[in-house]
């Protein structure tokens, strides 16, 4: 009877996994969407196949090294299925109340939710470095980032491997013997405001440095030049697919359904996700009209997208009246952010680094607040690892990039729209001339 019980808990939280990882997949037609909406038209099959292509490479890479970097999976994924040994191993470890112990589920679920969350983190820089760079760069970068420069960052947190040998960045790190071998500084991201949208901003930044504005954008007195999207009508269905998705995103993180408390857990989470990107979308709005004198739906959309990255770090402990309100201040900080990040001139159409990288930072430091067993001091120094490596390992790789081969498609291509001098076709071809 006991063995059934933990079959069924098996199924169970590995059915779940594979739902949550296909939400997550499903966001990547949201990025899709959204980045489509927002660039001009002539730019837009260019958008849409850097993001086709930049999932398949995510894919591809962390099951090819990603993974075993990560968690030592092992490479290609060998032995990753498991087998009906886990269900044993699950009675002992687990506790006599049967479905209260630990969480146990194909090892192969957890590789698709692992790798969705890698290409969610590549999707954001997209849409920053979009419009004016050469395709086949990104992709190159896709490669680089997707299979090492994640991987590596992730092993440090959420893999729990200490940081160059010196220290672990979440808990203490003991041998056999019950030894301490590195102690840790108690960093906690629940589904990856830092890990994976901090990471992926950085990233953004590095690019965007180095890529330099888009034609037009910046005027000779250092005046700022809106470029309008093409497509709003997209953006929105885009921040619609997201908002459903980071249900699984931040629901799958709970890592395990079949016992009351978890399925609690869960249904906490949605709830608190949900409250914090209505929250993002209000503050948005209301202070885009007090500062514009108009409802900008750029800035609405970009708010209820902060106020998910906002509650990514700890969407469990939260009241939900505290979650709305961790939004409301996302939603704000997204308009400030964007306003302030064009007056650098670093210019970023879709605002991927506000949305994810300072709306990142915001949510990880705001954890210590409902969740005891974080430190401001251990979410600061995750804050740093991950910036300072990422931006890092980024800013080189696009660096020997545009000593090599360039990262910005010629002045002209620019003008004509990366659709024909990339990709040979225009997504309208009816309209654009």
Known sequence: MENQIFALQYALDTFYFLICGALVMWMAAGFAMLEAGLVRAKNTTEILTKNVGLFAIACTMYLICGYHFMYGGGWFLSGIAGDESLVAEALRASTANGFEGEAVYSKASDFFFQVVFVATCMSIVSG??????????????????????????????????????????????????????????GFTDFAGSGIVHLAGASAALAAVILLGARKGKYGKNGEVRAIPGANLPLATLGTFILWMGWFGFNGGSVLKLGDISNANAVAMVFVNTNASAAGGAIGALVFARLIFGKADLTMLLNGALAGLVAITAEPLTPTPLFATLCGLVAGVLVVSSILTIDKLKLDDPVGAI?????????????????????????????????????FGCSFIVWSLLKATVGLRISAEEEYEGADISECGQEAYPEFVK
């Open 128 to 185: 920053a470095v979009a419009e004016r760079m050469k395709l086949w760069v990104f992709f190159a970068f896709a490669i680089i980032m997707t299979g090492f420069i994640y991987p590596i960052e992730g092993s440090w947190t959420w893999g729990n491997q200490p940081v160059f040998g010196l220290f672990s960045l979440s808990n203490d790190i003991v041998n056999d013997a019950g030894q301490i071998l590195y102690h840790g500084l």
């Open 354 to 390: 506000s949305v994810h990288g300072v709306v990142g930072l915001f949510g990880l430091l705001i954890v210590p607040i409902t969740n005891p067993e974080a430190s401001f001091v251990g979410q600061i120094a995750g804050i740093l690892v991950i910036f300072i490596w990422v």
